[in-house]
């Protein structure tokens, strides 16, 4: 395995429901994130994790809730979603920013159907 | 305020035909500027970046970048265009840290 992972691929999920998101990485990296991917809307960065440690929330609603247990995984905690919350659900990792690397790697996504 | 700009929503080439797709950045010092990549219903690929020294940087697929200080800009380029390189173009840039700023992309289609 290489690279980073993302499970599931795709996921509908009522609006009572809760579920997570998974994602690992194999790069031997030291921060993580998550970011949210709407149509026709910006890439918005929703956390990020620097040595398992949680360093950003970018104001997102507690009914999303980020989990990181060590460097290689990160998870995002789903529960009582709204149908604005469909989106692609994109992980990244990268080495830590005082390694003075910056490039951020993608794993595939999660397509998120809220219904 | 820092922002990355693509002026170009939506480009259309001929395959073989060259193509630039532009990026403007808004920063107060030298940023480190990337290009992604993404197809349909995957993730963000990272085609080529600078961070320091020659201004034209060569990536993966056969893309470059040119790094212009004086117009704030980062324009991907591509010598001859594969019908394969049909995709959404991000450009982002970070001043260092861990917060990269995207551009809205360039969705690029390829007619054959």
């Known amino acids: 395995e290489t690279g980073v992972t993302q499970t599931p691929r795709h996921l509908v999920m009522g609006m009572t429901n809760k579920k997570s998101l998974k994602c690992e990485q194999h790069?031997?990296?030291?921060?993580m994130y998550w970011y949210k991917q709407s149509a026709k809307k910006p890439l918005e960065l929703m956390f990020v994790?620097?040595?398992?440690?949680?360093?950003e929330n970018n104001s997102v609603p507690s009914r999303f809730s980020p989990e990181c247990p060590n460097s290689s995984h990160l998870f995002l905690h789903l529960h009582t979603l709204q149908p604005e919350d469909s989106a692609l659900y994109l992980c990244?990792?990268?080495?830590?920013?005082?390694?003075?690397?910056?490039?951020?790697?993608f794993g595939p996504g999660t397509r998120l159907t809220v219904t | 305020a820092q922002s990355v700009t693509q002026p170009d929503i939506h480009i259309t080439v001929s395959e073989g035909a060259s193509l630039e797709l532009r990026c403007n950045y808004s920063?107060?010092?030298?940023?480190?500027l990337f290009w992604y990549v993404q197809s349909p219903g995957q993730g963000l690929q990272l085609l080529l970046k600078?961070?320091?020294?020659?201004?034209l940087v060569q990536g993966i697929k056969g893309f470059e970048a040119e790094f212009k200080r004086s117009q704030s800009s980062f324009n991907l380029r591509k010598p001859s265009v594969h019908w394969s390189d049909a995709a959404e173009y991000f450009c982002?840039?970070?001043?260092?840290?861990?917060?990269?700023?995207f551009g809205t992309g360039t969705q690029l289609k390829v007619e054959l």
């Open positions: 982002a840039f970070t001043g260092g840290g861990n917060k990269l700023t």
């Open positions: 990244a990792s990268s080495r830590s920013p005082w390694e003075g690397a910056y490039e951020q790697y």
């Open positions: 790069l031997g990296h030291n921060a």
């Open positions: 994790y620097n040595f398992k440690e949680q360093t």
């Open positions: 920063y107060g010092a030298t940023p480190y």
């Open positions: 600078y961070f320091s020294g020659d201004t």
